[in-house]
């Protein structure tokens, strides 16, 4: 690209070939055309790059024992040539094509320092999953919120703030809430953009959802070490939230199907989270070896605003682009 691009977009994969043509697919149907693609592949093993270098993309390879999440993302940043880097998990697709376009319109305040968009299931998504975005991301924006909370699967950040903070290498996880946590006590803004909406397909075994939140849990007690996750939080909230999904399935007619997976998927959970807490020292290779390489085997209590964009159809795409 001869132009400065008005974005640049990091992707981080790891054998995504099922989900990563979808993703660019996406990009490509978006009003906003002049955009940098950035592919940062940790030694996928399958089509990914073969996918992606089908579709204008740059690729940045890293060796599986140099990854996580902020080292990943500090490489493709440290290519991105526009001012605003959008932050795009691999196996993510957006449903409009305004996504890039109400994402990135936080950043005409100057305050904003980062953006991040709504995200929702698939149909192999978790019951109690399904749960978790609609609490996490609700129907209504905030342009200035009060908490740090964001994620990095659907997110957008300044150049420039990067440059004066890099993303935490050595987090386990949660190197977005670690860098918007700074930002907010630098006097930045957090914007939460509900037009900005993915698709965030996850379809992880139930080892996998206990690492995933293990990892979390051992960083953020490193975020905030003054916090404690006691064995009565973890039974407290493990019955709260699958009392409450119980409930929630009952309404929808689901109770019957996913009464056993709520369990299982809320156990892992706050299991995973207990154990992260009582472990948050360093990220040792046979840690990242468990959580980034596994072996493979809430109601909404206001109206859903209804967007009129049509969504973009992906009937036509394959994995493979055939």
Request: with cysteine; proline share 5%.
């Amino acid at each position: 690209m001869s132009e400065k691009p008005f974005c640049s977009i990091v992707i981080r994969a790891y054998n995504e070939e099922q989900h990563i043509g979808r993703l660019l697919t996406g990009i490509q149907a978006q009003t906003i055309h002049a955009v940098q693609v950035i592919l940062v592949d940790s030694g996928s093993t399958d089509s990914t790059v073969r996918i992606a270098r089908q579709f204008p993309v740059d690729v940045v390879n890293i060796r599986p024992e140099e990854f996580t999440f902020g080292h990943s993302l500090n490489l493709g940043i440290a290519q991105a040539k526009a001012d605003l880097v959008v932050i795009a998990s691999a196996h993510v697709f957006p449903v409009y094509p305004d996504w890039l376009e109400t994402l990135l319109a936080p950043f005409r305040d100057a305050q904003v320092a980062l953006s991040y968009g709504k995200q929702r299931g698939c149909p192999t998504t978790q019951f109690s999953e399904h749960q978790i975005f609609a609490h996490w991301f609700p129907d209504q924006s905030v342009l200035h919120q009060a908490t740090p909370f964001c994620n990095n699967a659907n997110a957008a950040i300044r150049r420039e703030l990067w440059e004066e903070h890099p993303y935490n290498e050595t987090l386990p996880g949660l190197e977005d809430l670690a860098w918007s946590k700074w930002a907010q006590e630098k006097g930045y803004a957090i914007s939460y953009v509900a037009e900005a909406e993915i698709i965030h397909v996850h379809n992880e075994s139930l080892e996998g959802i206990f690492n995933r939140y293990r990892r979390e849990g051992m960083a953020f007690k490193q975020i905030y070490p003054q916090e404690t996750f006691s064995q009565r939080d973890l039974y407290r909230l493990f019955l709260q939230n699958a009392f409450s999904d119980w409930r929630q399935a009952k309404v929808q007619g689901r109770l019957g199907r996913d009464f056993g997976k709520i369990w299982q998927f809320r156990w892992r959970q706050f299991y995973g989270t207990y154990c992260g807490y009582k472990q948050s020292g360093p990220l040792t290779w046979q840690l990242k070896q468990s959580f980034y390489y596994p072996h493979p085997p809430l109601l909404q209590n206001k109206a859903k605003k209804e967007r009129q964009v049509e969504p973009i159809s992906y009937q036509e795409h394959s994995a493979e682009k055939n």
